[in-house]
């Protein structure tokens, strides 16, 4: 159980698109789902905390407006990065927490973001 | 913020035990310790967790020091689709949010 997936696991866009990222729980509600970015040879960085039906919290240094987070769902949140430049590239990562459940959280497979 | 701090790397043999060092000398009283691990090009992994008791699981056991100031991840047996980053996380009890440190890579020696 607590399976999270991410769609779609690479994506290479070119510089100035749009690129959307979704983040499922598969098999049990999340109240609160986890955007991470990392960086080759590097430890995750936490971007946001998506709640579900309210706005995202995101960290202090990630652009709010760059980086778009929707959680409509207990079992669905999207990352939008917005007009992506090469600097963007990198692997996200999703994570959820059961909803009334432990606190692990469960993570997803990550995204491989490569802009050109 | 990072409240954890781990060696970068460490080796192990295959098949013996592997104990990974965690320092955090300023939890809290409600933060929970959390270890994960990943793979390259992976998400992370749940290892184990605990508050103040050692815990154990199928996969690891967590042996807490009795003033929560540091923790130890011990792999019974270790083998090879063991090497991986193992991360220690702070949660507070409160909110949700996790901050990784570094990490410890572990290499196991065949």
């Known amino acids: 159980g607590a399976v999270v997936s991410q769609h779609p696991s690479r994506v290479i866009c070119k510089s100035g698109t749009s690129v959307k990222i979704e983040c499922r729980s598969l098999?049990?509600?999340?109240?609160?789902m986890f955007w991470y970015r990392q960086f080759p040879k590097q430890s995750l960085m936490l971007m946001a905390t998506?709640?579900?039906?309210?706005?995202?919290?995101?960290e202090q240094g990630v652009e709010k407006d760059k980086f778009l987070i929707n959680h409509a769902s207990l079992t669905l949140s999207t990352l939008t990065v917005t007009s992506a430049h090469p600097e963007d590239s990198s692997f996200y990562i999703c994570?959820?927490?059961?909803?009334?459940?432990?606190?692990?959280?469960?993570f997803g497979p990550g995204t491989r973001l490569l802009v050109l | 913020d990072a409240k954890t701090t781990q060696p970068n790397s460490m080796e192990s043999n295959e098949e013996e035990p592997v104990h990974l060092p965690c320092n955090h000398s300023?939890?809290?009283?409600?933060?929970?310790i959390h270890w994960y691990r990943q793979l390259p090009s992976q998400g992370p992994e749940y290892v184990i967790h605990?508050?103040?008791s050692n815990v154990n699981n199928r996969m690891a056991s967590l042996a807490i020091a009795e003033d929560r100031k540091s923790s130890t991840l011990i792999l019974h047996r270790a083998t090879l689709r063991d090497a991986a980053v193992y991360y220690c996380?702070?949660?507070?009890?409160?909110?949700?949010?996790?901050?990784f440190g570094t990490g410890t890579s572990l290499t196991v020696i065949p």
């Open positions: 300023t939890i809290s009283g409600t933060d929970y």
């Open positions: 098999d049990f509600q999340a109240t609160t």
């Open positions: 998506s709640n579900e039906g309210s706005k995202a919290t995101y």
């Open positions: 605990g508050l103040t």
């Open positions: 994570s959820a927490t059961v909803a009334g459940g432990p606190e692990t959280q469960y």
């Open positions: 996380i702070l949660r507070d009890r409160t909110g949700n949010q996790f901050y």
